[in-house]
């Protein structure tokens, strides 16, 4: 029988399994893992509390206890860092990329109020109740729209002297809608580029009908705040279709992302039963998943050979 080497035997310091070289303290995961830490500059402190985070835990994320990805930027599940608390570089834990994107400007403890009241919703019909959110930080921006919003006021559409989506009275009557609706309308036609006529009527039609209320949700959305996480976007339904297009408010436009209305929905119950009753998240895929993760390029990756 043959017998292996010394070298061949030498173990990666973090996760025990068969190191790089006797060269490297490292297997090629964690040496991956170490190359990013120190691309990102982090402080040592912080690089030593996620290597004890990784040693006790494994590649888990932080917030759900599921495995990641260590291998594809292009995967929903891949390994990313995360600010535990907005801009707070002091806690750095690791998560997917799809729950990275769904918490964005959300402490943990918001992140899952959110999660626990958007399942109820889901579940029982109970309406959302706003919470403040400390660190949102997501602002729109009005020039453009401000720039250009008069093109829109004297269109086609007969001049009734009453708004022609939420038939408010209108003081300017060569008008067509009132300062609140065109800015939607005028976003319908402009900002969210090369919708068929049929959905922008669509989407005008459900304004029509409901107000400004999310079509996820239903609640409320501020049409006056472009820095409040209520404030009235323009989501497609499916990510990249413009076949149809509803409207949402920018927190839930952000926790969707590229998920599909089933994905968003698949996921908010499925991470409010991990929270509630420690089910497991099933890992769905994810149809229209397109975003990829890129590094930082400032460290250069060595394998020791
Ligand atoms: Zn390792
Ligand atoms: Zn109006």
Redo the contacts with the bound molecule.
Sequence with gaps: MLKHSPIRNKKCYICGKRALSDRSRYCLTCARFAFRMKARQFPPWVVKKIWEYVRKYGYVCYYTGMALDMTDPRSPFYCVFDHWAPHDLSKIVITSALINGMKSDLSEKEFWYYVRALAHLRRNHVSVKKRKLRFWDHHYDLEEENKNILSIQTCSRPHTGI?D??S?RLKNKLFT??P??VKIVYRLHHEAKHLPPETIEDTLNYIRQEGFICFYTKMKLDMKDPASPWYCFLNHWKPGDVRKVVITSALINVMKGALTEDEFWYYIEALADYKDKGKPIVKKRLICWNRLVRHDRKAKFRVNS
Excluded: A, S
Aim: proline share 0%.
């Design positions: 708004c989506l939420c408010k809608y009132c609140t609706c």
